[in-house]
């Protein structure tokens, strides 16, 4: 097998930006990334996008999700080009589970506190509803050990995600049939350190822990590229 094309998934509350760290530290390495901007609408519909982009893509895919990315990975996976998933700090639902149901098992983290909601028109149906983080306390919450002045950009850019997206069920869980490594963030407020372990033992992620806020691709690039790299090697033999 060639060596995969590495399709970086952000998650929600945020957008591609937030792998700007990551991305040169994998170009230094020589390999090949994209980095799709999702729309944030609905689990399905996300994960339809992504795996569109997917299959468009000659060859092979990594994928990798970081929070609610990971559950977008999670469905759009399933894709026959996919040959990994890795997630960062996020979630690796199961087979007809929602983002909800996996949290409601845990104690809800800081962001829980944190959460603001706004409407936005739908043609010809009722409004829906936006939910974005706090931009006040998005840098403590969200990334504590990065740059203020980074995070302060990150909290006034955001890409909300609609709140139609909790409640969804994931359809399929690629985690089944495709190998998988994970990186828990053991510093996060945004989603439970317990959550992501229990997603990632269920799935059997080759999993590492990093002493890092929830973004951790932006202060632990180096790290996380390790473990992509691990995972290149692995689905390229």
Do not use: C
């Not at 050990?145 to 302060?152: E, G, I, Q």
């Not at 996060?188 to 691709?217: C, W």
Request: glycine share 8%; net charge negative.
């Amino acid at each position: 097998m060639s060596t995969p094309t590495v399709v970086l998934v952000h998650g929600a509350f945020a957008d591609a930006s937030s792998y700007s760290a990551l991305i040169p530290e994998l170009f230094s390495r020589g390999i090949s990334v994209v980095a799709p901007a999702g729309p944030n609408r609905s689990l399905s519909s996300d994960a339809g996008y992504l795996a569109s982009v997917v299959r468009q893509i000659e060859g092979p895919v990594l994928l990798v999700g970081h929070s609610y990315g990971g559950a977008v990975i999670t469905v759009a996976g399933v894709e026959d080009n996919v040959a990994g998933l890795v997630y960062l700090a996020g979630y690796a639902l199961d087979e007809g589970e929602s983002l909800g149901q996996i949290q409601s098992g845990f104690a809800d983290a800081a962001l829980a506190t944190a959460l603001v909601y706004t409407k936005f028109p739908v043609p010809g149906g009722e409004d829906g509803v936006d939910v974005s983080v706090d931009v006040e306390k998005f840098p403590e919450i969200f990334a504590s050990d990065v740059d203020t002045a980074r995070t302060r950009v990150l909290a006034v850019s955001q890409r909300p995600l609609a709140a139609f997206a909790f409640g969804e069920p994931a359809p399929v869980a690629a985690w089944k049939t495709k190998p998988s490594w994970a990186v828990v963030a053991t510093a996060d407020h945004a989603i439970n350190p317990d959550v992501q372990r229990f997603g990632y033992e269920r799935a059997g992620a080759k999993t590492i822990e990093l002493d890092s806020s929830h973004l951790v691709m932006l202060a632990h690039p180096r790290e996380v590229a390790d473990v992509i790299e691990e995972a290149l090697r692995s689905v390229s033999k």
